[in-house]
Nanobody, 121 residues
Framework: QVQLVESGGGLVQPGGSLRLSCVAS????????MNWYRQTPGNQRELVGL???????NYADSVKGRFTISRDNAKNTVYLQMNSLKPEDTAVYYC???????????????WGQGTQVTVSS
């Protein structure tokens, strides 16, 4: 099986920075896109940004210029560097990855358990 485990969330003051990590483990043949989502109570989960296997990134307009996604394919890890944080960035952040478990298998989407990010003074 495959597991995604996020870490790095916490409480930060407005204008501060946090770096989230997400490690994929288990039976993994290849990982396609790795994505970060966030969700606030009563709202749908929204895409923060994504990174392809080759390293191409794309971001939501609300975080462009402040957030950066990177990945280490050797470690099956994706990062979310969040700078100039605002109170409206407060949410549970989820890692998502499209993973192929073997050469013969289809790809499947996996989710982490989420990590809370709170931006408050």
């Amino acid at each position: 099986q495959v597991q995604l485990v996020e870490s790095g969330g916490g409480l930060v003051q407005p204008g501060g920075s946090l770096r989230l990590s997400c490690v994929a483990s288990g039976s993994i043949f290849s990982i396609n896109n790795m994505n970060w989502y966030r969700q606030t109570p009563g709202n749908q989960r929204e895409l923060v940004g994504l990174i392809t296997q080759s390293g191409t990134t794309n971001y939501a307009d609300s975080v462009k210029g402040r957030f950066t996604i990177s990945r280490d394919n050797a470690k099956n890890t994706v990062y979310l560097q969040m700078n100039s944080l605002k109170p409206e960035d407060t949410a549970v952040y989820y890692c998502n990855a499209v993973i192929q478990m073997s050469r013969e298998s289809l790809t499947r989407s996996y989710w982490g358990q989420g990590t809370q990010v709170t931006v408050s003074s």
